[in-house]
């Protein structure tokens, strides 16, 4: 009877190993960006989540690679990815998988104003004030409106290390979006009327691997 079970117990391991052995881990670069990508959210972000989701019946293991966005941009560069929730830029070739059809709109946030609305017609009205953005490459054309714009940039490596630094006047505004920062929690603070741009969650990927398809949500 012992024997049986261990005999049958065998052919089950032999059936169940093969399939999750053979399952292909691919490494996914992102920025700590909570609540959409992050090491310290719940399976490590919206973002994350929506796609396990998608490929739930893929046999495929998404290995979420956390870097500053310079390094990423790099990789990216050196052609050493294959799949990236950070922005590819347009000159470098790959495939774009919308993950939610909601938007999510980039902006900026400021100290309240009683007197004025957060908002502008040309990024360059807030000339001669200082901005919290997210470390990236200096030629990106996100880092230079506001140069062009006459702003002094300060890099920081996260959305909340900008906030803060809104939060102790150390700059002007700071980059952040409608999901992250819950202005309920910060009553002190306003964020801009004006977007600076509206997107969905996105997955870049890299022509030149194997992506599993990704079913419809």
């Known amino acids: 009877m012992i ?32 609540p959409f990508t992050s090491p310290s959210s719940a399976n490590n972000g919206v973002a994350f989540t929506l796609l396990q989701q998608r490929t739930k019946n893929a046999n495929v293991h998404w290995k979420p690679t956390f870097a500053p966005p310079a390094r990423i941009l790099q990789l990216i560069k050196e052609g050493k990815w294959c799949a990236s929730f950070y ?13 939610s059809k909601s938007m999510v709109t980039i902006g900026l946030v400021r100290t309240s104003s009683l007197t ?56 002007d505004f700071s980059m952040t979006d409608n999901i992250s920062i819950e202005l309920n929690q910060y009553p002190t603070l306003q964020f801009s009327r004006t977007p600076l741009l509206s997107t969905t969650i996105t997955l870049f990927t890299n022509p030149s691997c194997d992506i599993p398809v990704l079913s419809e949500h």
Do not use: C
């Open 116 to 171: 004025s609305s957060f908002e502008w017609e040309a990024l360059s009205e807030l000339s001669g004030h200082s901005v919290a953005l997210l470390r990236t490459s200096h030629e990106s054309d996100f880092y230079n409106q506001f140069l062009d714009a006459g702003l002094e940039i300060v890099e920081v490596e996260s959305v909340q290390a900008g906030v803060d630094m809104v939060l102790k006047a150390r700059v």
């Open 3 to 34: 024997q049986r079970i261990m005999l049958a117990a065998l052919i089950a391991f032999f059936f169940i190993y093969p399939h999750h052995s053979v399952a292909r881990g691919i490494a996914v670069l992102a920025v700590d960006y909570p």
């Open 87 to 99: 922005p590819v830029n347009d000159n470098i070739e790959s495939e774009k998988i919308e993950l």
